[in-house]
C-alpha cells in the first residue's frame, strides 16, 4: 500500500438498536464469535456476550451495537450500554469494543470509539485490566481512572 493512501478511507459505520437490525454479513451469532475470539485474553465467554447484546439491545434502553465495516467485511464492533443510570455513575458503558487482529493499528477502533461516544449524551465508563494494550489508546483519547475498582464475590 503506498505511504499516502488511507486504509481507512473505505471505512464505514453501523449503528444496531435492535436485535433485528444485523445485516446479513454480521449476523448477531457472528458478532458473538466475533467479540469472543478477537478479544483474547481479554474476552468474555460467548454465554456472557450474548446475555450483554440482550442487554444492550433491550427496546426498553438505548444502548446499542456499533460495526466498523469495509464492503462489508467486519473490521471491528463495539457494544455500549445504557445503564439507566447517571449522576453518581455515568449512564453510559463501553463494555466491548475490538478490531480484526489483520486491521490493529491503523485507528480503526480509535474510530469506532469516537463515532460511538458521539451517539452518548453525557458520561461513558469502562472497564480495562490495567495490562491490556488498549488501555493505552483509552488514556489517551481522555479517559482517566477514576476510581478503584473493587469487588466482592459470595464463596462457591
Known amino acids: 500500500m503506498p505511504e499516502d493512501a488511507n486504509p481507512e478511507a ?44 440482550d442487554y444492550a439491545l433491550d427496546p426498553g434502553r438505548a444502548g446499542f451495537v456499533m460495526l466498523a465495516h469495509e464492503d462489508e467485511k467486519l473490521l471491528g464492533a463495539l457494544t455500549m450500554l445504557d445503564s439507566g443510570m447517571g449522576g453518581y455513575i455515568p449512564r453510559w458503558i463501553l463494555l466491548f469494543v475490538s478490531v480484526q487482529p489483520d486491521a490493529r493499528g491503523g485507528g480503526i477502533g480509535r474510530r469506532l470509539i469516537e463515532r460511538s461516544l458521539a451517539e452518548c449524551d453525557g458520561p461513558v465508563k469502562l472497564h480495562v485490566e490495567y495490562d491490556n494494550p488498549a488501555k493505552r489508546l483509552y488514556e489517551r483519547m481522555g479517559f482517566v481512572s477514576k476510581y478503584a475498582e473493587m469487588r466482592w464475590e459470595p464463596s462457591a
Open 10 to 53: 473505505d471505512l464505514s459505520f453501523l449503528k444496531i438498536t435492535a436485535n433485528t437490525d444485523f445485516p446479513r454479513w454480521a449476523k448477531r451469532p457472528d458478532l458473538i464469535r466475533f467479540f469472543n475470539e478477537t478479544m483474547k485474553p481479554y474476552h468474555d465467554t460467548p454465554e456472557d456476550v450474548a446475555s450483554a447484546l
